[in-house]
Antibody, heavy 118, light 108 residues
Framework: VQLQESGPGLVKPSGTLSLSCAVS?????????WSWVRQPPGKALEWIGE???????NYTPSLKTRVTISMDQSKNQFLLRLTSVTAADTATYYC????????????WGQGTLVTVSS | SYVLTQPPSVSVAPGKTAAITCGGI??????VHWYQQKPGQSPVLVIY???ERASGIPERFSASNSGDTATLTISRAEAGDEADYHC???????????FGGGTKLTVL
């Protein structure tokens, strides 16, 4: 199973961060969950949220008002959208496969650094 | 909200045993997962559900979880084990994943 993040590496303050995660050698319609995790430079991992093909989603409370995770079954990928970004959102963003809701993450993408700056 | 506490750093001599702790209120009642992250790389699953080794992980890696502390143990430490180690649980109170702050393991 391989996951590959893609999207702009630079986003302006107050703008919207949009990333996609392409999944290969697995179908996002299988009975796994799919999540986004971020890591600011030199800091700890932070869970953003997760999605299941049934339409169920869970978000971390601190980002809930700004984040949307969705799926594009036709492309076998899932998406992250984070609005009203600030410098605090600068981080490496990882997409992962999750065994079951809130469980362990057995596959990770290589990560993509997103910098919020004017 | 639920908090996981890890020591910022742990040092171990080559060939010796390292123990990395992850503290949380009644963490023994939760399933704990551990990840290894080498510099510039993505995290890799090491241990899931307290003490199950992930595929391809050497038997030198083991873990336990009881009371308020989960522990990752690395026996016969090698230079290649140098990495950041992160613990993770599910906070069922607010339906969210929680990570510890990470522990940098140095083998010297």
């Amino acid at each position: 199973v391989q996951l590959q993040e893609s999207g702009p590496g630079l986003v302006k303050p107050s703008g919207t961060l949009s990333l996609s995660c392409a999944v290969s050698s697995d179908s996002i319609n299988n009975n796994f969950w799919w999540s986004w995790v971020r890591q600011p430079p030199g800091k700890a991992l932070e869970w953003i949220g997760e999605i299941h093909h049934s339409g169920s989603v869970n978000y971390t409370p601190s980002l809930k008002t700004r984040v949307t995770i969705s799926m594009d079954q036709s492309k076998n990928q899932f998406l992250l959208r984070l609005t009203s970004v600030t410098a605090a959102d600068t981080a490496t963003y990882y997409c992962t496969r999750v065994f079951s809701s809130g469980s362990y993450m057995d596959y990770w993408g290589q990560g993509t650094l997103v910098t919020v700056s004017s | 909200s639920y908090v996981l506490t890890q020591p910022p750093s742990v040092s171990v001599a080559p060939g010796k045993t390292a123990a990395i702790t992850c503290g949380g209120i009644n963490i023994g009642s939760k399933g704990v997962h551990w990840y290894q992250q080498k510099p510039g790389q993505s995290p890799v699953l090491v241990i899931y559900y307290d003490d199950e080794r992930a595929s391809g992980i050497p038997e030198r890696f083991s873990a336990s979880n009881s009371g308020d502390t989960a522990t990752l143990t690395i026996s016969r430490a090698e230079a290649g084990d140098e990495a950041d180690y992160h613990c993770q649980v599910w906070d069922s109170g607010v339906d969210r994943v929680v990570f510890g702050g990470g522990t940098k393991l140095t083998v010297l």
